[in-house]
């Protein structure tokens, strides 16, 4: 049974960084591609970023280009998520997911993902 488990939230203040991590376990994510999504309070949850199965297409929603980077470590298993230039609209519980199929672009679409975890809170203050 695939698990995935989030950690690295916390609060901070405006302008600050974070790095998430998502830890897989159950089986190889080797081929699988990787997600990041968040949902603030009283909103939908929203794609973030994501990275393909083959680790060579990365997509980022609009609002944090240039500020959130994904990467990660096939040997351990986990993906990454730093966080830049934090502002208080990034508050947000953050769940990171992972998609079975191997599109050649990460898929933003919530429905797609096949195992989730259980969220990191991030909260940051102005």
């Known amino acids: 049974q695939v698990q995935l488990v989030e950690s690295g939230g916390g609060l901070v203040q405006a302008g600050d960084s974070l790095r998430l991590s998502c830890a897989a376990s159950?089986?190889?994510?080797?081929?699988?591609?990787w997600g990041w999504f968040r949902q603030a309070p009283g909103k939908e949850r929203e794609f973030v970023v994501g990275?393909?199965?083959?680790?060579?297409?990365?997509v980022y929603a609009d609002s944090v280009k240039g500020r959130f980077t994904i990467s990660r470590d096939v040997a351990e298993n986990t993906v990454y998520l730093q966080m830049n230039s934090l502002k208080p609209e990034d508050t947000a519980d953050y769940y990171c997911?992972?998609?079975?199929?191997?599109?050649?672009?990460?898929?933003?679409?919530?429905?797609?993902?096949?195992?989730w975890g259980r969220g990191t809170q991030v909260t940051v203050s102005s």
């Open positions: 990275i393909s199965w083959s680790g060579r297409s990365t």
């Open positions: 159950g089986r190889s994510l080797s081929n699988y591609g």
């Open positions: 997911a992972a998609d079975r199929h191997t599109f050649s672009s990460p898929s933003t679409v919530i429905q797609d993902y096949d195992y």
